[in-house]
T-cell receptor, first 115, second 111 residues
């Protein structure tokens, strides 16, 4: 158990809908990262938040947005869902967001299926 | 740019050794290695930093060639539990610790 929690574990929804994925980092970790894993794309970086502020963006679609709240949990919002958005979404947390490289601890993931 | 891993897949017998390589076209600050079992989250194995510092798993060794922007993960005397997909994640420095993950190497250890 990495100490990172994600809810829900599974999500099945229809095209065009909107969903919210939730992540709680390990106690003491200020950084949250979101990654998308699909069969043909591997692990793709989406976005990084550090202590409530956005630090970096990857190839995140405009239909996707995220935020980190004062209690450090983070939410990833996916809207106007398409079949191609079906994937495993992981969040990871680490101690800090810059300077020395710290290991990232991954949550169990949310499996999103768009039908 | 996504780092390239080789080989794509490898099958071993218990006790055999394997080397997994990760190569980037960009200058790197650090390389991170993770192992992921099917349907599970990636698990941290090791960080290698510029300057030679390492941090990670006791039974796994790795190297980082800063000039060539290449890293290798050495799995010796493999065990069944080593099976899974290995990913390298590369960090280029700056204000973010975001990782760009490689294409993955599937390792299967057979009895």
């Amino acid at each position: 158990d990495s100490g990172v929690t994600q809810t829900p574990k599974h999500l099945i929804t229809a095209t065009g809908q909107r969903v919210t994925l939730r992540c709680s980092p390990r106690s003491g970790d200020l950084s949250v990262y979101w990654y998308q894993q699909s069969l043909d794309q591997g692990l793709q970086f989406l976005i990084h938040y550090y202590n409530g502020e956005e630090r970096a963006k990857g190839n995140i679609l405009e239909r996707f947005s995220a935020q980190q709240f004062p209690d450090l949990h983070s939410e990833l919002n996916l809207s106007s869902l398409e079949l191609g958005d079906s994937a495993l979404y992981f969040c990871a947390s680490s101690v800090e967001g810059s300077g020395f490289s710290y290991e990232q601890y991954f949550g169990p993931g949310t499996r999103l299926t768009v039908t | 740019q996504q780092p390239v891993q080789s080989p794509q897949a490898v099958i071993l017998r218990e006790g055999e050794d394997a080397v997994i390589n990760c190569s980037s076209s960009k200058a790197l600050y650090s390389v991170h290695w993770y192992r992921q079992k099917h349907g599970e989250a990636p698990v941290f194995l090791m960080i290698l930093l510029k300057g030679g510092e390492q941090k990670g798993h006791e039974k796994i060794s790795a190297s980082f060639n800063e000039k060539k922007q290449q890293s290798s993960l050495y799995l010796t005397a493999s065990q069944l539990s080593y099976s899974g997909t290995y990913f390298c994640g590369t960090r280029r420095g700056g204000a973010t610790n975001k990782l760009i993950f490689g294409t993955g190497t599937l390792l299967a250890v057979q009895p």
